[in-house]
């Protein structure tokens, strides 16, 4: 038996070798395409990108032809160079700069000489493109945006860069890939497959057909529409009652984590990213450190909440059984906490329970309750990794997960957090008290103090916050429907509930009242510091609003961030109350609201940081531009630094 296997295992491995080889020389000859490359020519055929709308159906992206003009070094012959220049608009610098670009890339394969030409600066080279050996035209879409705002939410369309050509096959020089926002996350659906034509050259290097009769050319296959959760005319409006501000305004669907609005302020036309003005605009945009149009603050910025974190300071003392909706907390205008420290307050004083410590937004009774929950437990170590945990339950210190590629964890701290700040110990209750009412070391998102709000009105579970709300043919991530509970049991919300629905009766927030509508909402300020000419100067407060409504089966849940926009109820309030009644009702009736925040203007605060760039002068007549023009959303188309404060907040 010993003496036939072994001949046997060397038949049978003989075989299955002269069989594969047969078959790659005979029968499959894509070996042959590729040893012949060097007299075939590949041509690519650009699909278009998806289309993007809203959960309305309202059309929000589409496209426009584009035209590149490419270039092969090494076929580049007897080009008149000055009459080449005059039809592009170059100089010969550029001229000479783009061809030692292209050469350094490759001699031999195309790359793009020019992008992104209109169809009246293309038409005139068209005419005497056969003139210049070695340059061809590419035909591409670029983007056309239906709407002058959500230029955060979408982002935009750049050439790819060597890194990711030389990382990913698909990529070539000179394509066009997805950056920042929808585009960026959903860049492998929306790009679509390129098409490809094989072409024969002979020998004088000239086209003489198709290889093979076209078997192996394929078509290219359109992007995949979506449909994101975004409402336009809400997001429309909030940014523009953010001109002349800075913040950002996060709204959410309670029931799904839908999210319903996402702005920045100072935003852009998404519209100056097209184009061959694209790179110059994009630039004077990146530049801008002082009012960052490019950076997404409902995203990435971090602040102190400040007093709409007392609300989970209620929850968990509830929850961790030191407090109950009777316990009673006197507040003498202030909460004397240790030896020669005394938190002030804002509230009318006098002995107050859970419900008008919250209307009222009482430090001391916040104070008192997060002390307890604190002292419950022999360490504090222990108590304040307890405290972190019922808090993180809520989404907050993490990452989201979200389906947008950018984001910040917040800061949550924990007993790590404390042993880093005082390596020698002897922290307790008294030492990081402020947390209780959202200073110390709490910073939040606006995205995160939103989903907040939303956990809130779902009476302790929420879903991860997502844009993405429909793909034809494909399921949406199931991340995005599964419920995630907290560890606050549900019978705790309804009395905080309860408060926060008479901060618009009895508290903070009445005079912002929307008759007919039942809003629960928070009021907040925090204070904040930026260094000018090197010296730590007080700014003006950060205005914070939390809410939901409607109260009972609440159908929106928001935050919103005003950067030095003073108390809560001054700016922030306002703004919510005014995209709530806009989202439940579609039209406004606290037109009084709506008429002093489109006039409040910020800048001479934010000059303070450093006067105005030529960016910001940019972003300034942008969002002129963005308040004067009323934009209408087509339904159909054909397809072609904060600093962490200490401030007692209110």
Known sequence: ?????????????????????????????????????????????????????????????????????MVIPREVKNTDTLEFCQLLNITKEDFIKKIEKATVYSPRLPSVFLSQLNKSEFAAF?????????????????????????ANIFGFITQVNEKLVAKNPYYNSGDLIGRQGV?????????????????????????????????YDTIAVQGEDINLTIDAEI????????????????????????????????SYDPGILVG?????????????????PLYDRGLLAEYPPGSPFKILTGLVALQEGVIDDNTTVFCNRGFSYARGRFMGCHCHGGALQLHRGIFESCNSYFATAYMKTINKYSKPAQAVDIW?????????????????????????????TYKRIYPNGGWRSTTIVSNSIGQGEVLMTPIQLANMMATIANEGHYYTP??????????????????????????????????????????????????????CGKTGTAENFAKIGGVRVKMEDHSIFVAFAPKDNPKIAIAVMVENGGYGATIAGPIASLMIEKYLRQKITRVDLEKRILATSLQS??????????AVKLQLRISDSLQKKKTTIPTVKAKTDTTKSNKQAI
Do not use: C
């Open 126 to 150: 068209q005419e005497k493109i056969r003139k210049y050996e070695g340059f061809y035209f590419q035909k591409r879409s670029l983007r056309d945006y239906e709407v002058d705002f959500g």
């Open 466 to 519: 997502h844009i993405i709300k429909k793909i034809e043919g494909h399921k949406i991530d199931e991340k995005f429907t599964t419920k995630h509970e907290t560890t606050i049991d549900k019978k705790h919300f309804k009395p905080i509930i309860s408060g926060l629905f008479d901060v618009y009766n009895l508290g903070t927030a009445r005079s912002l009242r929307v008759e007919g509508i039942d809003i």
């Open 1 to 69: 038996m010993r003496k036939v296997l072994l001949p046997s295992l060397i038949i049978i491995a003989t075989s299955l070798l002269v069989m594969r080889i047969f078959y790659l020389q005979i029968v499959d000859d894509t070996l042959k395409l590729k040893s012949e490359n060097n007299a075939i020519k590949k041509k690519y055929e650009y699909p278009e990108r998806g289309y993007m709308y809203d959960r309305k159906g309202k059309l929000l992206v589409a496209n426009q032809a584009s035209y590149d003009i």
């Open 183 to 215: 585009e960026e996350s959903y860049e492998d659906l929306l790009r679509g497959v390129k098409g490809v034509k094989y072409i024969q050259k002979d020998k004088y290097n000239r086209e003489i057909g198709s290889y093979k009769d076209g078997k």
């Open 235 to 266: 997001q429309k409006y909030g940014e523009e009652l953010m001109i002349n501000k800075r913040g950002g305004i996060v709204a959410i669907e309670p029931s799904t984590g839908e999210i319903l609005a996402l702005v920045t302020a100072p």
């Open 605 to 614: 605060r934010y000059a303070k940081l450093g006067g105005l760039s030529e």
């Open 276 to 292: 061959r003005q694209r790179s110059k605009n994009y630039t004077e945009l990146y530049r801008d450190s002082i009012a960052k």
């Open 388 to 416: 972190s945990k019922h808090v993180k339950s809520f989404g907050l210190g993490q990452f989201m997960g979200y389906d947008l590629p950018t984001g910040k964890k917040g800061n949550v701290p924990d007993s790590k």
